[in-house]
């Protein structure tokens, strides 16, 4: 055939212009050409020039990218302007084939050139864009213009020749002149727009304010449409991944519409809006609210939805005919058949003849697919940003709320911190979560009744029993879902009770160890971890159900399906009708298996609205009387500044305005009656919420810059007045006034941040009462540095950094600390003491620069020497000297002579007010009450004074808790594990390796844990059950193959018969034409029932084998790391931080009992989906083998850098929301004093950066799962293209049958659903199987050997009987690394001998009483007990014969009973005793309860004293011969201390006692003394004779301590 332009029929003359040039249509057609060609000529060089000089510059920075008026029209516009194009082009040819003898070129050639020319206009305007040159789109103007001509032309000659609508070309035509009409359109809006021609002034433009700065690195709402559609512009990152990890920095800030401050506003707008003047108190909708301001995008999101929806029918659509017309090819038509019509010499073919050709639907089906994943992927991204966009502004709400607060709302319980927390951390999530899937909620009934109606078009009535059965199993789905959300409630209480118990036995493991008690504590923990397993196993349980489900209910409607049809209709189903359905139901079992999970959330998300919006109603501190009667304004319901926006983003210029904004109104409203007051209350009644009066009666006055104390016993009300002064307290009647500040005082003012500006200038001058400092009587830190913690938010000054904590004397407590004061404090950082915690509180007050200092009760936690020090260095120097007006409420009454005003109080009213000496005048009572108590209080002094003071004590703990604890090891450092396995191979390559490697070893040892029968049973058994569902589907091909090859035999050509029946292969015999119908279908029918029965048991079997394997796993791990972890030896959790043990058995236990099986699960069954997808593809045409390998390599490199920067991202999201969560809580802890200090603009602005942090890291990880999905779900559309592109090919050589084409479509359209799942199942796991590997590596600890060489048969009953302790050559060390921390020691204890040892702190003294238990490494000498080497004796044994007394008291939550003898020992009159001796009896009898008497958590319902006493009852209960007390009398006041020395003398005359002692006189009394210095005994004898050498060491520590 020549090849010629027009064509060369002969009869025809192609080329005669007798009729007039342009009714030629060859000619048109021709004119068609020149607008492309002329785009292409212009454009090219253009490009070409711009692309030379642009790689020779740096890339444009992307605050360039704008986009010109109509930027979505247009690409939307170019993408149909393509597609009609290749519509053109498909018909061109086709027709081209049809009934002419020579190839018209004419027909195709301009289509294709179309499609470049388009193709090129996208690319130049794009570029264009970017360099913001405008001028230049002149010459797309000019393109679209001309091209709208010509086809105009084209489209009139049509009409002459009468060629109509029945037409395709026709139709195509008209398209594109409208298609080119709009874009000039398009075209001539920029200009009027940007004026950028024909006009004098074009239009300036600059970009966006977020792409000024350069801190954006969030771009999707700035890049093109395609890069937006296809996550472009995320490759950078994602590929950068891979060489070094995603950090904070490299995600940078949010664009300014997706910050929680615009969305906060535009929330409380749409909420404040709805309170109406007719009904103020109606409480406004929080749904409502909601859809005022994120409801455009939902709608949006929902619209692509459908699209989506709608496009996913194609699949079955194509694949039906693509099976039906392919049969069909076989026979070719004759040609005299065509219907079609020839006008202007060619051949014009109507609409439904290009659908019937096989290759233009596969294209068609590719590009379905494509644009269905495209919109799926835009949908879900929408809602993802409007769902992270809600909670940010839900967030700010709780937060503002949180501020204004009313404080007895927190007291009287109204609203706990637990509360608060719930609201952040779930319901925020909740309502989040239903957002991200409430499109689901009206698209998914929408393609249910979609898919059922096609379903009925294909196969009639039987399709109806087959969505029936579908639809009925729904509800069935919906019991399992609420029953999986019940069933982890249960296993969460379980799990927190385990975890409570884990802590106790932590916390306290040193005393478990001593009193051989470890065993019975972790046999408590495993009974409550069995409770927990049980509820697992149900919870298991119906998570494999769930998964039963999902996979048998499509094998269940296909069986019902054809057994129904083959019983109605005498045929069975052609091929095209059953792929077709086989297609559908598979579709329609996702959008059913997900409404039972959205409707369960839509149901939380209404549980979670009800909470809110009780919260957002709930009281806030009221009209408080220091506004000094001006009206109240509500904190923000004031006039809304129009300029926020603008403040925000400069935070300068705004502050200076706000400053002279304040000025003037200082100097107004100073009255002139208070100048020497600071603060007076008048007729003060003040309560906590119930209308009794807390406060009544109050008249104050506190004095400007004097020291005022408040005093009174406990519970009259002294915090109270102080709080009360504050405006937490709701006032009943009175009023409290406020002196201004003189002028010339600065007050530093924090950063005025949005809060402020929402403000009106009334309510700042009413607020006028300036920051107060707090310190509140419960300690209260924030999460961050000690610096941090004392400057709160002010200008660091070091002078008076460094004068405040000498004050406090802090700066021993610092040195100890492993940052000194760059530590972390607080919840998450390091345990302080009540008195350190105390002190850091007081210093933030004393550092604050302002006017008024308000201290409660700031010495409780101290002792007498701090305390004095804090009183003469902190308040009477450093605030005195100031002049700062300083109210101090104490209880230590030696402090009253330093007053210059004194406020006593008693039952909630004042008693006396004035100085001391007017006390002392008019009340002579009250003076002799508190000078006999002053008296007792100096007693105490006396004695007090002691060497080593309970401070040094807390010093002591904090020391031993870093001792040799790295810094590095304080910080969560799990990164070591990962280190250490690397091979040291050069250092580059090991980083690159390790982020990309697949944990195999971790994968072994989970699956190892779990039980080999049963991993291998699940292998096995998820094998046979995809090669059962593969076999059902093949059947079911040759099934319906038979009967078409039946009716092909009878009525076509037999030639075309019999190639088909040779496709069949081997069932050729069965299915020769001419068999009877009915024994046909009776032999393939029970095979059919069989293979889905199997299939259906399959499901069963495998879904329950992953859930239990998992579940086994999880007992044995958790089986393993308790008992590893309770016999580790002590040094163990010296080095180990307790957060991060705990952490093993909190988050990391939790993942691997419930996240880890169904990841495995879910990834598993779509790789295998996936490989016999590709395996039956690949055997029905080899040729896809081919396009596999290209397909595999891209598929590769996808799942790696995205597993990579998916981990990153994920950890980024973790760490970023706990420091979240605890700002909240914190918040909430401290409301009181954020308030006094006039602090919450500071605290808003640090909850709003925490929020856009962890929303820019979410956002970031929901972007990323994005790009892969689009880029895998391309990967599954070119498999389809190909499957269906070698099916077409090896048909036109006759290879196969129709049938096994369907099956191989069915299957490729089944990979794209899976392949994404592959890749973020592994990802998941990989992240999932982090916990395993932590886990594990903490079963790696030794143990303690606790067999010793004994036999513990052998030790006699009662050993040791007489108690004598022989020490020889003793070394001891803590570790093999560590030096020695007794060297040589040698001593010799008669039995029945009282022996005190004493020493500088770290001289040995603990080290020798731990030696004892042989809890420390024992290297040389030896102990010898009653002629028995303690190394040899099996540990259980020793420690159960000795007791000893710890200096810190540790209690364990259960009964008195419980705690004085676990074991269930001993008689209740035993008990009995022990407490008595201990002095604890009576108070043990008036507890309810009396030996039964809870016990909380830690003992905290003890005092600490109590606690100690309790303590010493325990070893008491044990009658040992030999007892160790280490420093047990350090929390015990003197007259109890007292009267225990006694006791222990005579209770213990027989035994061996040894008391290692820091206050010395103690043990004067003792038989023997040992003074240790530095691991070695320097001085050795009885206290008399040692008190004798003057210069000794005992003897100077006697004179320190008198």
């Known amino acids: ?333 004759p040609l005299n058949k065509i219907k079609g019509d020839t006008y202007l010499g060619v051949y014009f073919m109507s609409t439904t003849e290009l659908l019937q050709n096989t290759s233009v639907l596969a294209v068609l089906l590719f590009l379905a697919l494509v644009l269905q994943r495209t919109f799926l992927q835009a949908s879900y991204y929408v809602t993802i940003e409007t769902g992270i966009n809600l909670r940010g502004a839900l967030l700010a709400m709780i937060y503002n709320k949180i501020l ?75 019991r399992i879902a609420t029953k999986l959300a019940d069933t982890q409630k249960s296993t969460l209480e379980h799990s927190t009770d385990r975890l409570k118990k884990t802590t106790e036995i932590l916390k306290g493991i040193k005393l478990l160890k001593l009193y051989a008690w470890e065993n019975i504590f972790c046999d408590s923990v495993e009974d409550t971890r069995g409770k927990e397993l049980t509820s697992l196993k149900t919870f298991a349980f119906y998570t494999s159900m769930s998964i039963f489900m999902n996979a048998a209910i499509p094998i269940a409607a296909v069986l019902a399906t054809f057994v129904v049809y083959h019983f109605i209709n005498e045929t069975g189903p052609t091929p095209s009708e059953a792929f077709a359905a086989l297609a559908l139901f598979h579709i329609l079992v996702t959008p059913l298996f997900l409404l039972s999970t959205v409707v369960r959330f839509a149901v939380k998300a209404m549980v979670s609205v009800q909470k ?265 120097k450093f605030l005195q000297d100031d002049k700062r007006t300083v109210v101090l409420v104490t209880h230590k009454l030696q402090y009253l002579i330093h007053a210059d005003w004194i406020i006593a109080m008693k039952d909630g009213s004042v008693l006396r007010e004035g100085t001391l000496k007017d006390i002392q005048t008019h009340d002579i009572e009250l003076y002799d009450h508190w000078k006999t108590l002053m008296n007792r209080q100096d007693h105490g002094l006396e004695k007090d004074v002691q060497q080593d003071s309970q401070t040094t004590l807390e010093r002591k703990t904090l020391r031993r808790a870093f001792y040799s604890r790295e810094a590095k090891n304080q910080i969560d450092d799990e990164d070591e594990e990962e280190e250490e396995e690397e091979e040291d191979d050069d250092n580059m390559s090991t980083t690159t390796n390790r982020r990309s490697k697949i944990p195999w070893r971790v994968c072994w040892c989970y699956m190892s844990s779990g039980g080999f029968f049963m991993a291998f049973l699940m292998v096995s058994s998820k094998l046979l059950k995809h090669s059962v569902i593969v076999a059902i589907d093949y059947w079911l091909a040759i099934w319906t193959s038979s009967k078409t090859s039946q009716s092909a035999g009878a009525g076509q050509d037999v030639s075309n018969g019999s190639s088909l029946a040779d496709g069949i292969g081997g069932n050729s015999t069965f299915a020769t034409p001419g068999t009877p119908q009915a024994e046909d279908d009776s032999y393939y029918l029970p095979v059919f029932i069989t293979l889905c029965a199997a299939g259906i048991t399959l499901c069963l079997i495998t879904s329950l084998t992953v859930e239990f394997l998992g579940l086994s796993a999880a007992t044995n791990l958790h089986h393993n790391l308790l008992n590893k972890i ?71 490199f996808i799942q790696k850098y995205f597993r990579v920067a998916s981990k990153d991202l994920q950890d980024l999201d973790d760490s970023t929301q706990l420091p979240l969560l605890c700002h909240f809580s914190e918040t909430a802890e401290g409301l009181t004093t954020i308030r006094a200090f006039r602090h919450e603009a500071r605290f808003k602005q640090r909850m709003l950066e925490l929020t856009d942090t962890n929303n820019t890291a979410y956002l970031f990880l929901s972007a990323a799962n994005r790009w892969l999905e689009v880029r895998t779900d391309y990967l599954g559309a070119v498999i389809v293209l190909t499957a269906a592109g070698a099916a077409i090919w090896s048909l036109r050589y006759g290879l196969h049958s129709g049938g096994l084409v369907g099956l191989g479509l069915t299957y490729a359209l089944t990979v794209t659903n899976y392949l994404n799942w592959v890749v973020r199942n592994l990802a998941d796991l990989e992240v999932q199987m982090a916990a395993v590997k932590k886990v594990n590596s903490f079963l790696g600890t030794e143990s303690e050997n606790y067999e010793g060489s004994m036999d513990a048969s052998q030790v006699p009953e009662n ?117 008595e001796i201990a002095q604890l009896k009576n108070m043990v009898k008036a507890l309810p309860g009396g030996l039964d008497a809870v016990v909380t958590e830690g003992g905290e319902n003890f005092s600490v004293g109590q606690r100690q006493l309790f303590c010493l009852a325990r070893a008491f209960v044990r009658k040992s011969s030999i007892l160790i007390m280490d420093e047990a009398t350090a929390s015990i006041d003197m007259a109890t201390e007292n009267i225990l020395q006694k006791v222990v003398m005579t209770a213990f005359a027989d035994r061996t006692v040894v008391t290692i002692a820091h206050r010395v006189h103690t043990i004067l009394t003792a038989d023997l003394v040992i003074v240790m210095k530095r691991g070695n005994i320097l001085e050795y004898d009885k206290p008399e004779t040692l008190l004798e050498q003057e210069d000794g060491m005992f003897a100077s520590f006697v004179r320190a301590d008198m």
């Open 1126 to 1196: 309770i016999h580790a030896p002590i040094r163990f959790f010296d080095i180990t931080p307790l957060g991060q043990i705990l952490n093993r058995f909190s988050a990391d236990t939790n993942i691997i009992d419930q996240h880890i099986p169904p990841t495995l699960e879910s990834l598993t069954r779509s790789t295998l989906l996936c490989l016999s997808a590709i395996g039956v593809i690949s055997s029905i045409t080899p040729a896809f083998l081919i396009a596999l390998v290209p397909l595999a390599v891209a598929f590769y």
């Open 612 to 876: 809110l919006s009780e919260f957002l109603q709930s009281d806030e501190i009221g009209d408080d009387s220091w506004r000094n009667g001006d009206t109240s304004v509500s904190m923000e319901a004031g006039k809304k500044h129009l300029g926020v926006t603008k403040a925000i983003n400069r935070k300068q210029p705004m502050r200076y305005q706000m400053d002279n904004y304040e000025q003037p109104t200082r100097r107004q409203m100073r009255p002139t009656e208070t100048e020497d007051v600071a603060v007076k209350v008048s007729n003060g009644f003040f309560t906590w919420g119930s209308n009794l009066s807390t406060l009544s009666d109050i008249n104050i006055c506190i004095p400007t810059g004097q020291l005022t104390m408040i005093v009174g016993q406990v519970g009259c009300g002294k915090s109270s007045l102080l709080l009360a002064m504050l405006g937490e307290m709701q006032t009943l009647g009175g009023s409290v006034y406020w002196s201004k500040l003189p002028d010339n005082e600065t007050v530093h003012e924090g950063n005025i941040s949005w809060s402020e500006t929402e403000e009106s200038g009334e309510d700042i001058r009413s607020k006028n009462r300036y920051s107060v400092a707090y310190a509140t009587q419960k300690s209260w830190l924030l999460n961050a540095t000690v610096e941090e913690n004392i400057t709160f938010g002010s200008p660091f000054n070091k002078q008076r950094y460094k004068t405040v904590i000498d004050a406090c004397s802090l700066q021993p407590d610092i040195d100890l600390l492993p940052f000194g004061d760059q530590t972390e404090i607080g919840e998450r950082g390091i345990n302080l003491s009540g008195g350190q915690r105390q002190r850091i509180c007081v210093a933030r007050a004393l550092y604050q620069n302002t006017n008024i200092v308000f201290l409660d009760d700031p010495f409780s936690a101290l002792d007498i020497h701090l305390s004095d020090h804090l009183m003469q260095e902190g308040i009477l």
């Open 1359 to 1475: 050993w040791p009987q007489n108690g004598e302790i022989k020490i020889q050559e003793l070394c001891v060390r803590y570790d093999p690394m560590l030096k020695p921390v007794l060297k040589h020691v040698n001593m010799f204890i008669e039995p029945g001998q009282k022996v005190g040892i004493c020493g500088r702190t770290g001289s040995g003294k603990s080290s020798l009483s731990l030696a004892f238990f042989n809890m420390v490494d024992i290297f040389e000498g030896k102990i010898v007990i009653d002629g028995i080497d303690i190394c040899k004796l099996p540990l259980q044994t020793l420690r159960s014969r000795l007791s000893i007394i710890l200096q810190d008291p540790v209690l364990f939550s259960g009964s008195i009973r419980f705690n004085l003898d676990p074991e269930r020992t001993c008689t209740d009159d035993r008990l009995w005793e022990a407490l």
């Open 404 to 478: 204004r607060l009313s404080t007895s709302n927190m007291s009287m319980g109204e609203m706990t911190l637990g509360q608060i927390n719930n609201l952040v951390a779930i319901e925020t999530n909740q309502l989040m979560w239903f957002l991200f899937l409430c499109p689901n909620l009206w698209s998914m009934p929408v393609q249910i009744v979609m898919g059922v109606i096609m379903l009925y078009y294909f196969m009639g009535c039987s399709a109806l029993v087959g969505a029936s059965v579908i639809v009925l199993l729904a509800p069935v789905q919906y």
């Open 1 to 333: 055939m020549a090849l010629s332009f027009c064509g060369s029929d002969n009869g025809s003359n192609s080329y005669s212009v007798n009729e007039g040039v342009l009714n030629n249509g060859c000619f048109v057609d021709a004119l068609n050409l020149v607008p492309h060609v002329f785009l292409l000529f212009i454009t090219f060089p253009i490009l070409f020039i711009g692309w030379g000089s642009q790689s020779s510059k740096v890339q444009i920075h992307h605050n360039t990218w704008l986009h010109f008026p109509g930027h979505n029209m247009r690409w939307i516009l170019t993408f149909s302007l393509l597609f009609v194009h290749v519509c053109e082009f498909a018909e061109g040819i086709v027709s081209n084939n049809r009934g002419m003898q020579t190839n018209h070129l004419h027909l195709f050639i301009p289509a294709f050139m179309g499609f470049i020319a388009a193709t090129t206009s996208v690319v130049y305007y794009h570029n264009i864009e970017t360099s913001n040159f405008p001028k230049l789109l002149l010459v797309l103007f000019i393109y679209w213009v001309l091209a709208f001509i010509t086809k105009s032309i084209k489209l009139w000659k049509f009409a002459e020749y009468s060629v109509g609508p029945q037409h395709l070309r026709f139709c195509i035509t008209a398209l594109l002149v409208l298609l080119y009409g709009l874009l000039m359109a398009v075209e001539i809006n920029v200009i009027r727009v940007r004026k950028y021609v024909f006009f004098a002034n074009p239009q300036k433009v600059k970009p966006p304010e977020d792409l000024q700065d350069l801190g954006v690195r969030f771009l999707q709402p700035f890049v093109n449409l395609l890069s937006k559609a296809t996550y472009w512009w995320m490759n950078p990152l994602i590929i950068g991944a891979h060489k070094r990890p995603i950090e904070l920095k490299k995600i940078g800030k949010l664009p300014i519409a997706m910050r929680a401050l615009t969305n906060y506003l535009r929330l409380k707008d749409a909420y404040e809006d709805q309170r109406t003047a007719e009904d103020p108190n109606r409480p406004p909708s929080i749904w409502r609210s909601m859809y005022r301001a994120f409801g455009r995008p939902i709608l949006l999101s929902s619209t692509l939805r459908y699209l989506a929806d709608l496009l996913s029918f194609a699949g079955p659509l194509c694949i039906s005919g693509i099976v039906k017309y392919l049969n069909k090819t076989g026979s070719a038509t």
